[in-house]
């Protein structure tokens, strides 16, 4: 009998701990972990983290994340079963520059952090051959580049193909210069076959139409017969050889091809123009409203764009900048003022920014990127569905300087900035939880005078003075992008 009693308690134990440990399992399985200082069951979070860099050293709150305990989920690493509240995370690479944020953690939910970028600490330049003297460049849609040249009073336009390393100058003047300081680019055609190019003479601003081909150069105002001063000359992208531009108030059309000067018109008391594919934005100069019609010069009907009147300064310069008819923006560029239309807004057209030297459109027109003299800001035309959420018609500052910011634009992902601070080239992220991670890409031995990205390519093309050498120079460095697949 006693031995019938000791193997009844021994099997109830065996049991009570088998299911204790199964209870255990499953609660951990489940996300549960056991608190001793509170004596019971919490329910814990998750970290997800992406980053540019394939393999990566995580530390949370100081302790090292063993890869065992690392997982992988929709190409992030995930770090499961941690407690609620705020901690610490760390991730860093050999030859890069460590990142870190402050994090909370609220039961049963993942916090996210999906374009983590790590700066390397010393990235190798690649000098572009014969570039010496180079003031500005300007990329095609294919591989080419146009690149001005100043060296004492003459002013070239070379062609530099990046894939092979060949170059040809198309272009030059000793009676003219460019000014590189200007929003004014070099613009090429659709088929990368001539370009628009800005000068300034002592009779005023002047455009040249160079062919690349022929290297034949012809001065605007010629091909047109406008004697009026000429200015935002754009190409046509649906026909090839044909540009507009405005010349006072009026807006004409011109095939560059014509022997007989002669541009024509398509309205008048236009203030500024945007292309829009096949179709023209412009704001009228009478009643401050946006409309659009066909660039073809036929149907010339013009449907009304925002239903709310801008008001203009008199004999004010605007610029529009539009992504798609239902998100535009309209600068007046003597005070900078930035005013933007969302259809999706409660109030569609409305003023955002003063002093604002230049704006850019992220790729998928969620966001507009502007920036003054020591500020930079984005605009949300959408809500953004990511950590950390954005609601459109928000604006958010990036990031303010004492000193003057310059060549200010998108990093590939549109998560980052790129831009100039003094002879620094910087790299900031939109993330601001717990603070903005602000990373030095390059630093060099004077200000540059562009930054010039080419996404696809992982490339940030630099234009400035080499290491001991007053002369300008392009260099180029490489910035890989988001990796599709992290390693362990």
């Given at each position: 009998?006693?031995?019938?009693?000791?193997?009844?308690?021994?099997?109830?134990?065996?049991?009570?701990?088998?299911?204790?440990?199964?209870?255990?399992?499953?609660?951990?399985?489940?996300?549960?972990?056991?608190?001793?200082?509170?004596?019971?069951?919490?329910?814990?979070?998750?970290?997800?983290?992406?980053?540019?860099?394939?393999?990566?050293?995580?530390?949370?709150?100081?302790?090292?994340?063993?890869?065992?305990?690392?997982?992988?989920?929709?190409?992030?690493?995930?770090?499961?079963?941690?407690?609620?509240?705020?901690?610490?995370?760390?991730?860093?690479?050999?030859?890069?520059?460590?990142?870190?944020?402050?994090?909370?953690?609220?039961?049963?939910?993942?916090?996210?952090?999906?374009?983590?970028?790590?700066?390397?600490?010393?990235?190798?330049?690649?000098?572009?051959?014969?570039?010496?003297?180079?003031?500005?460049?300007?990329?095609?849609?294919?591989?080419?580049?146009?690149?001005?040249?100043?060296?004492?009073?003459?002013?070239?336009?070379?062609?530099?193909?990046?894939?092979?390393?060949?170059?040809?100058?198309?272009?030059?003047?000793?009676?003219?210069?460019?000014?590189?300081?200007?929003?004014?680019?070099?613009?090429?055609?659709?088929?990368?076959?001539?370009?628009?190019?800005?000068?300034?003479?002592?009779?005023?601003?002047?455009?040249?139409?160079?062919?690349?081909?022929?290297?034949?150069?012809?001065l605007l105002s010629e091909l047109s017969g406008i004697t009026d001063p000429i200015r935002a000359p754009r190409w046509d992208a649906t026909t090839k050889d044909?540009?507009?531009?405005?010349?006072?108030?009026?807006?004409?059309?011109?095939?560059?091809?014509?022997?007989?000067?002669?541009?024509?018109?398509?309205?008048?008391?236009?203030?500024?123009?945007?292309?829009?594919?096949?179709?023209?934005?412009?704001?009228?100069?009478?009643?401050?409203?946006?409309?659009?019609?066909?660039?073809?010069?036929?149907?010339?009907?013009?449907?009304?764009?925002?239903?709310?009147?801008?008001?203009?300064?008199?004999?004010?310069?605007?610029?529009?900048?539009?992504?798609?008819?239902?998100?535009?923006?309209?600068?007046?560029?003597?005070?900078?003022?930035?005013?933007?239309?969302?259809?999706?807004?409660?109030?569609?057209?409305?003023?955002?920014?003063?002093?604002?030297?230049?704006?850019?459109?992220?790729?998928?027109?969620?966001?507009?990127?502007?920036?003054?003299?020591?500020?930079?800001?984005?605009?949300?035309?959408?809500?953004?569905?990511?950590?950390?959420?954005?609601?459109?018609?928000?604006?958010?500052?990036?990031?303010?300087?004492?000193?003057?910011?310059?060549?200010?634009?998108?990093?590939?992902?549109?998560?980052?900035?790129?831009?100039?601070?003094?002879?620094?080239?910087?790299?900031?992220?939109?993330?601001?939880?717990?603070?903005?991670?602000?990373?030095?890409?390059?630093?060099?031995?004077?200000?540059?005078?562009?930054?010039?990205?080419?996404?696809?390519?992982?490339?940030?093309?630099?234009?400035?003075?080499?290491?001991?050498?007053?002369?300008?120079?392009?260099?180029?460095?490489?910035?890989?992008?988001?990796?599709?697949?992290?390693?362990?």
């Amino acid at each position: 009998m006693i031995a019938l009693h000791h193997r009844r308690i021994l099997f109830f134990l065996f049991s009570a701990s088998f299911f204790v440990a199964a209870s255990s399992v499953l609660f951990y399985a489940y996300g549960y972990r056991f608190s001793i200082e509170r004596g019971i069951f919490i329910y814990t979070g998750s970290l997800s983290l992406k980053t540019n860099v394939e393999t990566v050293t995580i530390r949370i709150d100081g302790e090292l994340i063993p890869e065992k305990k690392l997982g992988i989920l929709n190409n992030s690493i995930q770090v499961s079963g941690l407690a609620p509240g705020e901690h610490f995370v760390e991730v860093s690479a050999p030859g890069y520059q460590t990142w870190s944020k402050k994090f909370v953690i609220q039961s049963g939910l993942t916090a996210e952090f999906w374009n983590i970028f790590l700066v390397e600490a010393n990235y190798p330049r690649e000098t572009i051959a014969g570039t010496e003297n180079v003031l500005k460049m300007f990329p095609a849609p294919n591989s080419l580049m146009a690149t001005v040249k100043v060296a004492g009073d003459r002013t070239s336009v070379d062609i530099l193909d990046i894939t092979s390393g060949g170059r040809e100058e198309v272009y030059t003047t000793t009676t003219a210069r460019f000014l590189p300081t200007t929003e004014t680019n070099i613009e090429w055609s659709p088929e990368s076959h001539k370009l628009i190019v800005p000068l300034v003479a002592e009779t005023g601003p002047l455009f040249v139409i160079a062919t690349i081909e022929t290297k034949e150069s012809r001065l605007l105002s010629e091909l047109s017969g406008i004697t009026d001063p000429i200015r935002a000359p754009r190409w046509d992208a649906t026909t090839k050889d044909f540009l507009f531009f405005l010349s006072g108030q009026s807006l004409y059309r011109l095939d560059t091809r014509t022997t007989t000067p002669g541009a024509s018109l398509l309205s008048d008391h236009i203030s500024a123009y945007d292309i829009s594919g096949n179709k023209l934005l412009y704001l009228d100069s009478h009643d401050g409203l946006v409309y659009e019609i066909n660039g073809d010069g036929n149907d010339q009907s013009p449907k009304q764009i925002t239903d709310t009147a801008l008001t203009l300064t008199p004999n004010g310069v605007y610029s529009l900048i539009s992504y798609d008819d239902t998100r535009l923006a309209i600068i007046e560029e003597e005070a900078g003022s930035l005013s933007v239309y969302n259809e999706k807004a409660p109030v569609h057209l409305k003023e955002i920014g003063r002093g604002v030297k230049s704006i850019q459109y992220s790729d998928d027109g969620k966001k507009l990127l502007s920036y003054s003299e020591n500020e930079i800001s984005v605009y949300f035309n959408r809500d953004w569905e990511a950590q950390p959420f954005r609601s459109a018609d928000s604006i958010v500052q990036i990031a303010r300087f004492s000193a003057p910011v310059r060549n200010v634009m998108w990093a590939e992902d549109y998560e980052h900035v790129i831009f100039s601070l003094g002879k620094n080239v910087k790299m900031i992220e939109l993330d601001n939880r717990d603070r903005r991670n602000l990373s030095d890409l390059l630093t060099l031995p004077t200000a540059p005078l562009q930054l010039l990205p080419r996404f696809g390519s992982d490339t940030l093309y630099v234009v400035s003075e080499s290491d001991g050498s007053a002369t300008n120079t392009v260099f180029r460095i490489t910035l890989p992008q988001f990796a599709t697949f992290l390693g362990l």
